[in-house]
C-alpha cells in the first residue's frame, strides 16, 4: 500500500468528498481531526474518540517536544503506541504556539528561540528541528515549519513573513526527506500564507506547489479576523492551491464555519472548539449550541440533540447532565466532550454524503436554517 494517496470521489460545486489512503488507515474527506494536543483527546478514550467517526487525530509538536519530550516519546515506541492510537497522526509544526508566545521568543532567519511556559527553559525551533521532532513522534502527515501572522499587520510585514514561510518551507521539505526511513511512511504538507491578501496568497501557492507537498494547508486564518473575512479569503485560497492535492484548513472551527469552508474546496479541519466547548458546558446540535449551565436545563428530560446517534444522547437526559456539570463532575466534562466529537463527525460524514449525493447546495441551506435559527 502506497504511503499516501489522494483521490476524489466526487464533487458538488467548489465542495468534494473522497479519500486519503495511508499506511495506517483511511481518511474520508471532508474531513474533521479531534486535537490531541498533549497525547491526549481531553476528557477521551482514544477507543472512544474511534467511536465516535474520527478517522485521524492531530498532535501538538510544541507541547510534546516540552513534555514529556520527543526523544523520550520515540524510545517509547512512537506517539502511536505511546497514546494507543493505531490510526494517522498529524502533528502541527510547533510554529503556531512558539508565534503566540510573544513575550517569550524571538524569531530570526534561522528559526524561532523560545521559553518554556512550563519552566522558562531556553529552546529552539528551526524547520529542520520541527522536522526531526515530528519524525520522533511517528507522525503520519507532518506539517512544514512556518510563522503566522497577525492578519492585521502591515501589508509589507505580512509578505516578508509569508516570504520567510517559503523559505522554511523548503527547508522543511529538505529536512524530512533526510530521515529516508520516516519519509518513504509519512505525508509532508505545506502551508500556505499571506493572510487576507489575494496576491500574497497566490505567491505563496506558487512557491508550495513548485517545492511539491503531498498536502496543503491554508494557514493564518481563524486568528481574529472574523467568519466574514476568513470566508471572503476562502473564496479564493482553495482555489490556488493544487487541485489534486487535499487542502487542510488549520484551526478551524464553528460547525456553520465547516459547513462554508467545504462549500469553497476545504477537504481537513482541526479544532479544539468541540472538546473544550463541551469541558465548559456548551454542546453543539443540529438546532444551534446550548448551553447545558442554564438553569431551563435542571428538569429537562431530552436528550442534548435528538438527531444525534451518540451513546450521550441515547442514554442521559440534559437535566443529569446539567447536574453533572454544575457540580463540577469529571462525568460531565467526559460526556459532553463525547457528543460534541460525534455530532462534529455526524455533520462531516452528512457533507460526505450530501456531496456524493449531488445535494450539497440544500444541505448547506437546510443546516445553516436550523443552527442559525436561534
Given at each position: 500500500?502506497?504511503?499516501?494517496?489522494?483521490?476524489?470521489?466526487a464533487r458538488?460545486g467548489?465542495?468534494?468528498?473522497g479519500?486519503?489512503?495511508?499506511l495506517?488507515?483511511?481518511i474520508r474527506?471532508?474531513?474533521?481531526?479531534?486535537?490531541?494536543?498533549a497525547?491526549?483527546v481531553?476528557?477521551?478514550?482514544?477507543e472512544?474518540v474511534?467511536?465516535t467517526?474520527?478517522?485521524i487525530?492531530?498532535?501538538?509538536t510544541?507541547?510534546l517536544?516540552?513534555?514529556?519530550?520527543?526523544e523520550?516519546?520515540?524510545?517509547?515506541?512512537g506517539l502511536?503506541?505511546f497514546?494507543?492510537?493505531?490510526?494517522?497522526i498529524?502533528?502541527?509544526?510547533?510554529?503556531?504556539?512558539v508565534?503566540?508566545?510573544?513575550?517569550l521568543?524571538k524569531?530570526?532567519?534561522?528559526?524561532v528561540?523560545?521559553?518554556?511556559?512550563l519552566?522558562g527553559?531556553?529552546?529552539?525551533?528551526?524547520?529542520?528541528?520541527?522536522?526531526?521532532?515530528?519524525r520522533?513522534?511517528?507522525s503520519?502527515?507532518v506539517?512544514a515549519?512556518?510563522?503566522?501572522?497577525?492578519?492585521d499587520?502591515?501589508?509589507?510585514i505580512?509578505?516578508?513573513?509569508?516570504?520567510?514561510?517559503m523559505r522554511w518551507?523548503?527547508?522543511s521539505?529538505?529536512?524530512?526527506?533526510?530521515?529516508?526511513d520516516?519519509?518513504?511512511?509519512a505525508a509532508l504538507?505545506?502551508?500556505?500564507?499571506?493572510?487576507?491578501?489575494e496576491?500574497?496568497r497566490g505567491?505563496?501557492?506558487?512557491k508550495?506547489?513548485?517545492?511539491?507537498f503531498d498536502?496543503?494547508?491554508?494557514?493564518?486564518?481563524?486568528?481574529?479576523?472574523?467568519?466574514e473575512?476568513?470566508?471572503a479569503?476562502?473564496?479564493?485560497?482553495?482555489?490556488?492551491?493544487?487541485?489534486?492535492r487535499p487542502?487542510?484548513l488549520m484551526?478551524?472551527?464553528?460547525?456553520d464555519d465547516?459547513?462554508?469552508?467545504?462549500?469553497?474546496?476545504?477537504?481537513?479541519?482541526?479544532?479544539v472548539?468541540?472538546?473544550?466547548s463541551?469541558?465548559?458546558?456548551?454542546?453543539?446540535?443540529?438546532?444551534?449550541?446550548?448551553?447545558?449551565?442554564?438553569?431551563?436545563?435542571a428538569e429537562?428530560?431530552?436528550p442534548?440533540?435528538d438527531?444525534?446517534?451518540c451513546?450521550?444522547?441515547?442514554?442521559?437526559?440534559?437535566?443529569y447532565?446539567h447536574?453533572?456539570v454544575?457540580a463540577?463532575?469529571?462525568?460531565?466534562?467526559m460526556?459532553?466532550?463525547e457528543h460534541?466529537?460525534?455530532f462534529?463527525?455526524?455533520?462531516?460524514q452528512?457533507?460526505r454524503?450530501?456531496?456524493?449525493?449531488?445535494?450539497?447546495?440544500?444541505?448547506a441551506?437546510?443546516?445553516?436554517r436550523?443552527?442559525?435559527?436561534?
Amino acid at each position: 500500500m502506497t504511503r499516501f494517496a489522494f483521490s476524489i470521489h466526487a464533487r458538488d460545486g467548489k465542495a468534494r468528498t473522497g479519500k486519503i489512503a495511508m499506511l495506517r488507515g483511511d481518511i474520508r474527506t471532508p474531513a474533521f481531526m479531534p486535537v490531541g494536543t498533549a497525547a491526549t483527546v481531553k476528557a477521551m478514550k482514544v477507543e472512544d474518540v474511534r467511536a465516535t467517526g474520527a478517522d485521524i487525530i492531530l498532535g501538538n509538536t510544541y507541547h510534546l517536544m516540552l513534555r514529556p519530550g520527543a526523544e523520550r516519546v520515540a524510545r517509547l515506541g512512537g506517539l502511536h503506541k505511546f497514546m494507543g492510537w493505531d490510526r494517522p497522526i498529524l502533528t502541527d509544526s510547533g510554529g503556531y504556539q512558539v508565534m503566540s508566545l510573544s513575550d517569550l521568543r524571538k524569531i530570526t532567519e534561522e528559526g524561532v528561540s523560545f521559553r518554556s511556559h512550563l519552566d522558562g527553559s531556553k529552546h529552539m525551533l528551526t524547520p529542520e528541528r520541527s522536522m526531526e521532532i515530528q519524525r520522533l513522534l511517528g507522525s503520519d502527515i507532518v506539517m512544514a515549519f512556518d510563522e503566522c501572522p497577525r492578519a492585521d499587520q502591515p501589508r509589507d510585514i505580512i509578505a516578508q513573513s509569508m516570504e520567510m514561510s517559503m523559505r522554511w518551507a523548503q527547508r522543511s521539505r529538505e529536512g524530512f526527506d533526510s530521515g529516508e526511513d520516516h519519509a518513504s511512511r509519512a505525508a509532508l504538507f505545506g502551508i500556505q500564507q499571506g493572510a487576507l491578501d489575494e496576491d500574497l496568497r497566490g505567491i505563496s501557492a506558487q512557491k508550495l506547489a513548485e517545492i511539491g507537498f503531498d498536502g496543503y494547508a491554508i494557514g493564518g486564518l481563524a486568528v481574529g479576523e472574523g467568519q466574514e473575512a476568513m470566508f471572503a479569503t476562502l473564496d479564493f485560497a482553495p482555489d490556488q492551491l493544487p487541485d489534486d492535492r487535499p487542502r487542510y484548513l488549520m484551526g478551524v472551527g464553528k460547525p456553520d464555519d465547516l459547513v462554508g469552508a467545504v462549500e469553497r474546496g476545504v477537504d481537513m479541519f482541526d479544532c479544539v472548539l468541540p472538546s473544550r466547548s463541551g469541558r465548559n458546558g456548551q454542546a453543539f446540535t443540529w438546532n444551534g449550541p446550548l448551553n447545558i449551565r442554564n438553569a431551563k436545563f435542571a428538569e429537562d428530560t431530552d436528550p442534548l440533540d435528538d438527531r444525534c446517534s451518540c451513546s450521550t444522547c441515547g442514554k442521559y437526559s440534559r437535566a443529569y447532565l446539567h447536574h453533572l456539570v454544575r457540580a463540577g463532575e469529571i462525568l460531565g466534562a467526559m460526556l459532553m466532550t463525547e457528543h460534541n466529537l460525534s455530532f462534529y463527525q455526524q455533520l462531516m460524514q452528512g457533507m460526505r454524503d450530501a456531496i456524493g449525493a449531488g445535494r450539497f447546495a440544500s444541505f448547506a441551506t437546510d443546516f445553516r436554517r436550523d443552527y442559525l435559527s436561534k
